[in-house]
Nanobody, 123 residues
Framework: QVQLVQSGGGLVQAGGSLRLSCAASGRTFSSYAMGWFRQAPGKEREFVAS????????AYVDSVKGRFTISRDNAQNTVYLQMNSLKPEDTAVYYC????????????????WGQGTQVTVSS
């Protein structure tokens, strides 16, 4: 069992930056790939980024490549999402999740989820 607690997020102007954090409980954090998803109003939850257990491999949806960076600190049981050059279309509730493989982008591949945090980008 893994519990994920998110922090960060908020309101920022277009072009600004935010960092999301996701802290995991338990001693098995390093055995999980971690991912970030987002859900905008009226839309389905979509994959944003993922990172392998060791942190050496990452994957991103095309729309955030070059702007967002996922990272993890296994000693601190925490995964991060650094978001730069934010756009209004990045507005959504963001969720972190723990799963079996960073190569899988479907939400069904992730077993544990954070509570979600709102990110709002104004134009």
């Amino acid at each position: 069992q893994v519990q994920l607690v998110q922090s960060g997020g908020g309101l920022v102007q277009a072009g600004g930056s935010l960092r999301l954090s996701c802290a995991a409980s338990g001693r098995t954090f390093s055995s999980y790939a971690m991912g970030w998803f987002r859900q905008a109003p009226g839309k389905e939850r979509e994959f944003v980024a993922s990172i392998s257990r060791s942190g050496t491999s990452t994957a991103y949806v095309d729309s955030v490549k070059g702007r967002f960076t996922i990272s993890r600190d296994n000693a601190q049981n925490t995964v991060y999402l650094q978001m730069n050059s934010l756009k209004p279309e990045d507005t959504a509730v963001y969720y972190c999740a723990a799963g079996s493989s960073y190569r899988l982008s479907g939400s069904s591949a992730y077993d544990y989820w954070g509570q979600g945090t709102q990110v709002t980008v104004s134009s």
